[in-house]
């Protein structure tokens, strides 16, 4: 019997890159975002899927997307917490409030809404699988993206902490970390449409598909095997902050 893998946020990037990835592995998928038009799209081009549409940030929007899942797509067997967004790029005391809520409601909120949902039929069948995509602002915090830094700093928090609540339970939990990788990350932090110019010019940054395959290599692990974390930065950046550029 197949399994069935949902990965949140797969309207574009890394989770896009994910939900192909496994797919071609033989996972089922169930694939969630905001854009209606780009999810029909993509789960047209998978050869078993199933769309959500809602809005992470909305916990009864994310009830009822749940609740109208078909009786044979209600296994979940790995989740992956995709959705998540940086918003702004400006010190703290000059960050729009907005930006702030959008990140932590996104984040933190979104991936928890989902994770509770899931988590219990995981617990019931002592099996499962949660996959939370963090990034490298979890491990460090940089000047201006305090806010960003805070929410990827809390998924490391529930990650470990989920894996010890989950544990009895026989459900696997790990994360994966990246770096800079060319996605709209950069074009939706800044609100600039050639911001990846800008961002990624004088050095190579990773491919959504270098963190799908990442994840998909933690999926189809062994039982006995959890992949606890993984960090990945394109060999042009060393840290947070520090790129060798080629101008």
Not at 195 to 202: H, T
């Amino acid at each position: 019997m197949k399994k069935t893998a949902l990965v949140t946020g797969a309207t574009s990037g890394i989770g896009k890159a994910t939900a192909k990835i496994l797919a071609d592995k033989g996972f089922r998928i169930i694939i969630t975002g905001r854009r209606k038009a780009r999810l029909q799209s993509i789960c047209q081009a998978l050869p078993d899927c199933y769309a959500m549409q809602f809005d992470i940030r909305d916990r009864h929007q994310v009830d009822a997307a749940f609740k109208a899942l078909p009786l044979d797509w209600q296994q979940i067997d790995v989740l992956i917490n995709n959705a998540g967004l940086a918003a702004g790029l400006e010190p703290l005391h000059e960050n729009l409030i907005d930006d702030w809520e959008q990140m932590i409601d996104t984040n933190i909120k979104g991936l928890l809404y989902v994770t509770k949902i899931v988590a219990p039929q995981m617990i019931n069948r002592q099996a499962g699988h949660i996959i939370n995509v963090s990034s490298i602002a979890g491990k460090e915090a940089y000047a201006k993206g305090a806010v960003y830094c805070a929410t990827k700093h809390a998924v490391e928090a529930l990650t470990k902490a989920m894996r010890i609540d989950f544990n009895p339970y026989n459900i696997k939990v790990g994360s994966v970390s990246p770096g800079a990788v060319e996605t709209e990350f950069s074009i939706v932090r800044l609100k600039d449409p050639e911001a990846n110019k800008k961002v990624y010019a004088g050095y190579t940054p990773l491919k959504p598909e270098d963190i799908a395959d990442a994840v998909a290599y933690m999926a189809t692990r062994p039982p006995h095997v959890n992949i606890a974390d993984i960090l990945i930065l394109p060999t042009a950046q060393a840290n947070a902050t520090v790129f060798n550029k080629k101008n």
